[in-house]
């Protein structure tokens, strides 16, 4: 990796000195600041704003519980190794030093973030006011809202909470991730079921947990004095591996792991109130953190809860104030909801699904109709996060009857463990056979297999996506899908799923890509090419559409081909380890985000001098490439391949509403209209093509 001496604005931001790679934890917190700024009165609708104020809170909680954490057990291992060694070992020092510093950057940058949701709350609250839908704050006792709270609080707070204990740090100590626990001055302690929700709602009025215990705790049960309320954020990154594990005994495996999250190293204090400077002392040394790691709270400890007030608003409000976005409307192609007209036409052609503004109900009704038709011999589908109530489970529940059904289940989803365990005792229970994921990979890749008795043989109809089976998420993620009666990909996808049902690592593919075996070598080989084609004279260019880059190789091999002349575009929603636009280093390299009113989710990797375009399931990142099973598949069929490089890329990297745009300092710049064509939002023009059924368009 080359050396970066001509960047002194950039130090602080490095993941090594010198090294051109910004450290991907400070990226990604760039990239919470971009979400927290979709907050702001001018960026989007008032609920819209709400919305993205609880995004950005949980996000945070997640910082913390992996990537904070993950860099903690770093230094301390770099300690102990260090500690180990003579004096004389200047590699692990100067590790050691360089980790520290990131960390503090990071808790420092955590801490004026804070700020900034304090002032977005402020303005947020302000603005429901003015709307009709009050977020009660401090209201005075003899006020409406006041006795609403308190009535509220008794309702459906008090009776959800034991009776006090004495207060000490091992009772602290026993608050669970994310829990909250209330501290009053004689030291009366209450532990806060985590099922009491954050935000709660009274005839219009939202209240935040922790200020209506805060105001109608103590008065309810005559304790004297004003509480501290207090949150605990825990590291909550466990790692299981399945390798040498009976493959009954997976689930029990893993329940058992779960307990480490709830239960894990203390990472973060949030308090709200007066916490006395003894006990946050006392914290400090208790849980073995530094004083950066207590943080107040950024107006409450429950601003996750504002997801509520996005739903509960009532729709008369809702019109009337323009609080929302206008709902889109989908297009489901009428094919895909019949009965077997699916299988005759993707036997004509490939299909492209662009969620949500193309319906997730296309795929349900492809799979419903599959489960029905009595040609259909088997189905198999891979699950990662699934809806809790979702129609493609229920349709397979039933088709298990009659049909050979196979669902691959990772069990280790993060933050989804719980639900995907009682989804495989159902679906077992239903006679659908069950498999995991096994050994250190996670199974991520997104496919779904129909096998078919025709006329001519067996046919195998396959569909694979960037994004997760869940109805749910289809509705706020985007991601792109392809439904595809090629026979080629058929065959990889059966022995896909036979391997990985085997309990093997798929091998021997003539169409799909899979990590950990072949995706990273085979990008590199792509860029290579397109490096080869500049260095030739040939017209070259390369455009990712990412969630996050911060693979040192990749990154690496982008910074050749820039030098070589290749033209470089990167969409990247998060973290973003590449600098571009540096003199001699990255000076062909674009890299610009979207955050907008859906979640960015698809992966989309093309080479124009090689003509390879790829969707994917893989980010770019260590853990995608080498930890996880994961499919990249090529786009073969024209018309796709045309609407894709013609209309959708062009239209991501035109987007000068909600695009940000990477800087050779390592910061943000909103991208500017420009003159001639003014400002253009992405996904506002996907969803009116969706809307016009994609007329004058290749997928017309």
């Excluded at 590449?578 to 610009?592: A, D």
């Excluded at 796709?640 to 943000?668: C, F, M, N």
Aim: hydrophobic share 40%; proline share 6%.
């Amino acid at each position: 990796m080359q050396q970066v001496r001509f960047l002194p604005t950039l130090p602080s931001l490095l993941a090594a000195p010198e090294t051109p790679l910004i450290h991907r934890d400070i990226s990604w917190l760039q990239f919470n600041e971009r979400v927290l700024a979709e907050a702001k009165p001018d960026a989007n609708p008032l609920l819209e704003r709400a919305k993205f104020v609880a995004i950005s809170a949980s996000n945070l909680d997640e910082f913390f519980m992996i990537r904070l954490a993950s860099l903690g057990r770093s230094i301390a291992a770099q300690g102990r190794l260090q500690a180990g060694k003579d004096a004389e070992a200047p590699d692990e020092a100067s590790t050691y030093r360089h980790l520290s510093r990131i960390r503090s950057n990071l808790l420092e940058t955590i801490a004026e973030f804070g700020a900034k949701q304090v002032e977005a709350l402020e303005l947020l609250s302000q603005d429901l006011e003015s709307a009709g839908i009050p977020l009660v704050r401090q209201a005075r006792p003899g006020d409406t809202s006041f006795q609403m709270g308190q009535l509220l609080f008794r309702e459906q707070v008090l009776p959800h909470l034991s009776p006090p204990e004495n207060f000490s740090l091992l009772k602290m100590g026993l608050l669970e991730n994310l829990q909250l626990g209330v501290i009053f001055p004689r030291g009366q302690f209450f532990r806060v079921p985590r099922s009491v929700p954050p935000l709660l709602k009274k005839e219009g009025r939202f209240f935040f947990l922790d200020d209506l215990i805060a105001s109608h705790l103590g008065p309810s049960l005559n304790i004297e004095g004003e509480p501290a309320i207090i949150r605990l954020t825990r590291d909550g990154d466990f790692s299981v591996d399945l390798e040498k594990e009976d493959p009954e005994s997976i689930p029990d495996v893993v329940r058992s792991s779960l307990s480490t999250r709830e239960r894990g190293r203390v990472v973060r204090v949030q308090y709200l109130g007066p916490l006395s400077e003894k006990i946050l002392q006392q914290s400090l040394s208790h849980f073995r953190l530094s004083p950066s790691q207590i943080f107040p709270a950024p107006g409450s400890l429950c601003l996750h809860g504002l997801w509520s007030a996005y739903a509960w608003a009532p729709d008369e409000l809702v019109e009337k104030h323009r609080l929302k976005h206008q709902p889109i409307r989908p297009f489901v192609p009428k094919f895909l909801t019949e009965s077997s007209g699916a299988f005759d036409e993707l036997k004509k052609h490939d299909f492209l699904l662009h969620h949500p503004y193309d319906g997730f109900e296309g795929f349900v009704g492809w799979i419903q109709s599959a489960c029905d038709d009595p040609h259909v011999a088997a189905i198999d589908l891979t699950v990662y996060r699934v809806d809790a109530v979702s129609p493609v489970v229920a349709a397979l529940k039933k088709a298990a009857a009659q049909k050979c059904v196979r669902v691959v289940i990772e069990l280790r989803a993060r933050f989804d463990e719980l639900n995907n365990l009682r989804l495989a005792e159902e679906l077992r229970q239903s006679g659908v056979q069950v498999f995991f994921g096994f050994g250190r990979l996670k199974l991520h890749a997104k496919i779904a297999l129909v096998t078919r008795h025709e006329s001519e043989g067996v046919r195998y109809y396959t569909h694979l996506s960037t994004g997760n089976y869940n109805s749910a998420t289809a509705r706020q993620y985007t991601d792109l899908a392809v439904l595809t009666a090629s026979q080629e990909i058929g065959h990889d996808a059966k022995l896909f799923f036979d391997s990985v049902c085997r309990g093997e690592i798929p091998a021997g593919f003539k169409q799909l890509v899979l990590a950990p075996t072949q995706l990273h070598r085979r990008l590199l080989a792509h860029i290579k090419s397109e490096t080869q084609a500049a260095k030739d004279g040939k017209p070259a260019r390369i455009v990712a559409k990412v969630n996050a880059l911060v693979d040192d190789a990749v990154i690496e091999n982008l910074y050749q081909a820039s030098q070589a002349g290749v033209k470089v575009e990167l969409i990247v929603r998060g973290a973003c380890s590449l600098v571009p636009g540096v003199k001699g280093l990255s000076e062909k390299i674009r890299v610009i985000s979207v955050v907008d009113r859906f979640l960015e989710h698809s992966r989309l990797y093309y080479f124009e001098h090689g003509r390879a375009l790829y969707l994917s399931s893989a980010d770019w990142m260590p853990r995608n490439f080498f930890s996880r099973l994961e499919i990249a598949f090529p786009i073969q069929h024209p018309l796709l391949y045309s609407y894709l490089t013609e209309v959708l890329i062009p239209a991501y990297l035109k987007d000068s509403t909600k695009a940000r745009e990477l800087t050779p300092q390592g910061t943000w710049r909103k991208v500017a209209p420009k003159p001639k064509t003014g400002p253009f939002r992405s996904q506002f023009f996907f969803a009116e093509l969706a809307d016009q059924a994609y007329n004058g368009t290749p997928l017309e």
